[in-house]
């Protein structure tokens, strides 16, 4: 568990090679459905928005190159200057928010990931300890149960002998 803390605690995992890092932070067991149904939603949804960031960055470049000669030949100089820097600014600034929005998505998964396998074994542990525990109890309260039953089976086998015939005669007799 110290060991966990210490990888949180700085950027370079408190002091520990790169290589110890990540072999810490690959586990053994499968992820859950959870999991798994986050990395199935959130990474084609980032790979598309980098995909669309790269998308837009080409075809900026490209309609900047093409553009640049018509507004020059058939616009006076001004103009066409106004409407390369806007267009220019325009597929950078869609570029950028595109691979911004994209890199957020693949770190929120990454460390949602990360989370859950933190997590998980100190829940399944508490888990397994209630369910011992209400296991434990259960099988106490049918001790006492079955106790009190053979009790006052027994109490009822030695008073109903030589207390029946008494009681009855008892009732006859009012």
Do not use: W
């Not at 798994?36 to 470049?61: D, H, I, Q």
């Amino acid at each position: 568990m110290a060991d966990r803390d210490t990888r949180a605690c700085g950027i370079y995992g408190g002091g520990r090679p790169m290589g110890e890092q990540v072999k810490g932070m690959i586990h053994e067991k499968a992820p859950t459905a959870s999991q798994a149904l986050t990395v199935a939603t959130l990474f084609p949804l980032g790979g598309l928005l980098l995909v669309l960031s790269g998308l837009a960055l080409a075809g900026s470049v490209v309609g900047l190159a093409v553009a640049t000669p018509v507004f020059l030949i058939f616009s006076p100089v001004l103009v066409p200057a106004a409407l390369l820097i806007g267009m220019a600014v325009t597929g950078f600034l869609t570029s950028g928010a595109l691979g911004l929005g994209g890199l957020s998505s693949l770190t929120c998964l990454a460390n949602t990931a990360r989370q859950a396998f933190q997590r998980t074994p100190d829940y399944v542990e508490e888990a397994r300890r209630r369910m011992a525990e209400a296991a434990a109890h259960a099988g106490h309260k049918t001790a006492q149960a079955g106790h009190a039953i053979q009790s006052r089976a027994q109490e009822a086998g030695a008073g109903g002998a030589g207390g029946a015939g008494g009681a009855g005669g008892g009732r006859a007799s009012s």
